[in-house]
C-alpha cells in the first residue's frame, strides 16, 4: 500500500479534529472511511 503515509496523516487530521471539538464529525468521517475503503480495494485490483 503506497498511501500509508497520506492516510495515516489524514487520520491524524481527522482524531485532531474530533478532540479539538469533543465530538466526532460523523458525516466526514463516514465519507473518509468510505474513501479510503475504495482507495484500498483499487489498490489491491491493481
Known sequence: M???SSVSG??????TYTCTN???N???T???ILFLFILTF???LR
Open 26 to 28: 460523523t458525516a466526514t
Open 10 to 15: 489524514a487520520v491524524q487530521q481527522e482524531t
Open 42 to 44: 483499487s489498490n489491491y
Open 2 to 4: 503506497r498511501n500509508t
Open 30 to 32: 463516514a465519507a473518509f
Open 22 to 24: 469533543g465530538a466526532p
